[in-house]
């Protein structure tokens, strides 16, 4: 039996009011060309009608996101028109208006109320030690900070420009139901974020097989070992009418106008090639460095001659098509291989030794990581994906804590490419020293076992990013490479990143192996 959880008081008020006013000081920073993506979707939404909404293409940031996150953004036009109707003519293009700026990032702030929401009910979850009288140095209290406090959302969503803290909302909810063992409410919750935003397709594996095995069919557990005992046809067409009927009330429409490949090209653009212009820290990453260094090798010991290799596009920071020089080139179908296999140990290990939600959670964080690793054209900031859910496992399991401190670093780091303006810099740099910190300490004094966190190897890796920052950052700018190889930066950050991105994948897929073999505690 789960020992007791702690439910947030005033003290998790407190935390959410305090980062919502950290987030309006950066009203008035930069911003990406996102703001600029979400903008002109207000605008489409607001001014056109539906049958046009996946047509129009008067700016080139057309509209690439599910039905259910249109909809969305046309409740928020609705509100945009009082602050400046200007921003919502669709011929407005790059319209960046005071009164646009305050009203963009105001609902960003505003909507993050369900992942506050979200977060809350995932710190109801926490299983906390009997006794336990600190509030500060609580599970369910570090779990708040670390998710409320993240530093990815925070200059993800708040600076860079998006939406992610109301989507991740609704996935700590159905997480947080699941745990609850209300596992309808969980799979409606999901199936709606997937019609908000499809990227949350890197985690559909894990929600399907753990509700199919785990839900549909009942489990006997009262001889110590667990049974298929029966199958129930009926909760099954319950989890069916669910994903039908939402994805019936996000398509109908589409569907009567005939618009449905329409609305599939624009959601899977296969054309925008392998990688994001900011290259995520992935095995392709590693793929095109390894290309790059065989390439000048090459031509360097004069086996082939530059003219005749394939120009290296990746690093020019545009999304594109591109052919590798010297390794073969990358197809879409190869990475959904790659992804499929990389997920199938986590998914069969959930379906052959069911370990109940937070099995489940360790499959999704593990789905999450896959996808993220071996998928195509994949945004560097997708790696939150895994984050913010891993902070979960953390703050119960010593090990789960060591993977996070390595992955959420890491992980981090790799967003700083996203603010290159020197206004940021040491906002960034301030921003990631406080939570880093603060994980540290905080997961140290939760799992007060002797020893550090972090093995030998992990520590000296961590390290590392301080020397690649102090290059990236500060030094580089200043040398004369800044003109004759402006992509560095992004490789080596990209590059050294991807090493511990992988590492942690690795680290935590071990763990289930592990538990696989009876060496560990269940779950």
């Known amino acids: 039996m789960a020992a007791p959880s702690v439910d947030p008081g005033s003290w ?3 935390l959410a009011l ?5 987030k309006t000081l950066f009203i008035n920073a930069y911003h990406s060309t996102d703001f600029e993506v979400h903008r002109n979707w207000l605008a489409i939404t607001h001014s056109l009608p539906v049958s046009r909404w996946y047509h129009e293409n008067t700016s080139e940031w057309t509209l690439d996101y599910p039905p259910l996150f249109a909809w969305f953004e046309y409740g928020l036009s609705h509100f945009a028109r009082h602050f400046d109707d200007k921003m919502l003519v669709v011929e407005n293009l790059n319209y960046c208006s005071p009164a646009t700026v305050l009203f963009q990032r105001l609902s960003v702030i505003f909507t993050d109320v369900f992942f506050i929401y979200g977060a809350r009910e995932c710190c109801k979850c926490i299983r906390s030690p009997k006794g336990a009288s600190d509030i500060l140095n609580s599970p369910s209290f570090v779990l708040a ?5 993240n530093f990815g959302l925070v200059v993800v969503d708040h600076i860079h420009f998006q939406y992610n803290g109301f989507l991740f909302g609704f996935l700590l909810l159905s997480i947080a139901k699941h745990l609850q063992s209300q596992h309808l409410q969980g799979a409606l919750l999901f199936a709606i974020l997937l019609n908000l935003k499809h990227i949350y397709l890197y985690v559909a594996p894990a929600y399907g097989v753990f509700l199919l095995r785990s839900y549909c069919f009942t489990q006997d557990r009262s001889d110590g070992s667990i049974r298929w005992r029966s199958f129930s046809p009926v909760r099954l067409v ?12 996000s398509f109908g429409p589409f569907v009567a106008m005939g618009q449905v490949s329409q609305v599939l090209s624009r959601l899977f653009p296969f054309k925008r090639g392998l990688c994001h212009a900011y290259w995520a820290p992935n095995a392709w990453a590693l793929y095109n460095v390894l290309d790059k260094s065989l390439a000048t090798m090459a031509v360097g010991l004069k086996l082939v001659s530059e003219t005749t290799l394939p120009r290296a596009s990746m690093t020019g920071g545009l999304v594109q098509e591109f052919r590798h020089s010297i390794l073969p080139s990358i197809s879409p179908s190869v990475t959904i291989l790659c992804t499929l296999l990389s997920m199938l140990p986590a998914l069969a290990s959930i379906w052959l030794r069911p370990r109940g939600p937070r099995g ?9 990581l896959a996808s993220f690793t071996f998928g ?13 859910p891993l902070s979960l496992l953390a703050v119960e399991n010593r090990e789960d804590a060591g993977i996070f401190l390595v992955l959420a670093t890491t992980a981090h780091y790799s967003l700083f490419p996203l603010l290159f303006t020197p206004a940021e810099l040491l906002i960034k740099f301030a921003l990631m020293l406080i939570f880093t910190i603060f994980s540290f300490a905080a997961l140290s ?8 966190l972090l093995r030998p190897s992990e520590a000296f890796y961590l390290s590392g990013l301080v020397v690649v920052a102090v290059g990236c950052e500060v030094i580089f700018p200043l040398s004369p490479w800044q003109q004759k190889m402006p992509f560095l930066p992004l490789l080596a950050t990209s590059a050294y990143t991807s090493l511990g991105v992988g590492y942690s994948f690795l680290r935590l897929y071990a763990t289930i192996l592990r538990r696989d073999g009876g060496k560990s505690k269940r779950s």
């Not at 489940?360 to 999450?368: D, E, G, I, K, S």
């Not at 195509?376 to 913010?388: D, F, G, M, N, S």
């Open 238 to 249: 319950a989890l069916g009418c669910i994903v039908v009927g939402v994805c019936a009330l």
């Open 145 to 149: 900070v670390l998710l409320l406090w």
């Open 12 to 14: 998790f008020l407190a």
């Open 360 to 368: 489940f959670l360790r499959c999704l964080l593990l789905c999450a």
């Open 18 to 22: 305090g980062v919502s006013l950290l």
């Open 376 to 388: 195509w054209h994949v945004h560097e900031k997708a790696i939150l994906l895994a984050v913010l």
């Open 445 to 452: 004094r939760l799992h007060s076992a002797s020893g550090s």
